[in-house]
């Protein structure tokens, strides 16, 4: 066996569907390419048109099978729709990424219901609806991925966690609930925890240059992170590589967590 053959089995999504919500951007724009790329069949689901045909355009540019969805994933409604809409393109996905986030921090004395209630539906309950929409299935099948982005902020309160902070937690949470009912079943579910990334997310703080250089400097490596970074952590929990990889929190973050 070469060495090509022996990484593509352990590592190759061919013959996978994947589902990556906030695919379009940032983070889950790299790893809806990456999965892409290792050979899934990726659907892609976000809210902006004009970024989801100019991510799958790319893909398929590539010779990559791509689609996109448009959804609004703080309604519930619009996450069953966005679940059905997806898994009607290549089939019901055998990997799930919730990626699709908002980032609402005002101070917390000042956040009120209307902060809370759109945070906790875009960062906690559309992964909970989707994962209660794919994970019986996945579970049936005998083999599933479901991987969440999280946060520092799930771990660590600073730069005004706010709600935020609260819906990463809580999240990490989920997966571990969702690992304990379905892994047994071969449904592996895992977080990836970023550090500071360079993405439209957090256009707050990389418009601060000052900030930006003061977080750099408490990684290990010595810069902040890029979405490309991403990449092989999500080909790795989504492959069989990860079989017996399942509740993790894994931290993507060029050591800022324990420097």
């Not at 898994?87 to 902060?115: H, K, M, Q, T, Y």
């Not at 250089?213 to 989504?238: H, K, P, Q, W, Y």
Request: aromatic share 6%; net charge negative; hydrophobic share 45%.
């Amino acid at each position: 066996m070469t060495s090509v053959t022996y990484l593509s089995e352990l590592f190759s999504l061919d013959g996978r569907v994947a589902l990556v919500t906030g695919g379009s951007s940032g983070i889950g724009r790299a790893v809806a390419g990456a999965l892409a790329r290792a050979g899934a069949r990726v659907v892609i689901v976000a809210r902006g048109e004009t970024e989801l045909a100019a991510t799958v355009a790319e893909l398929t540019a590539e010779g990559r099978e791509a689609a996109w969805v448009s959804a609004d994933l703080s309604a519930r409604e619009g996450v069953r729709a966005a679940a059905e809409a997806a898994a009607a393109v290549f089939g019901e996905p055998d990997i799930l990424v919730n990626s699709a986030g908002i980032n609402l921090r005002p101070p917390l004395g000042e956040l009120g219901e209307d902060v809370w209630d759109t945070t906790m539906a875009v960062n906690l309950e559309a992964p909970f609806l989707l994962g209660q929409r794919f994970g019986p299935g996945m579970a049936a099948r005998g083999f599933g991925r479901i991987i969440h982005i999280t946060s520092q902020q799930a771990h660590r309160a600073f730069v005004q966690s706010g709600a935020y902070g609260v819906s990463k937690g809580a999240l990490e949470s989920l997966a571990r609930s969702q690992a304990e009912a379905w892994s047994p079943h071969g449904v592996t579910c895992n977080t990836l925890v970023p550090g500071f990334v360079m993405t439209p997310l957090n256009q707050r703080l990389s418009s601060d240059p000052d900030r930006v250089a003061a977080l750099a400097a408490r990684t290990m490596v010595g810069r902040n992170g890029l979405a490309e970074d991403f990449a092989g952590a999500a080909v790795f929990l989504a492959s069989g590589a990860s079989a017996y990889v399942t509740g993790q929190s894994l931290f993507v973050d060029g050591g800022f967590s324990t420097h």
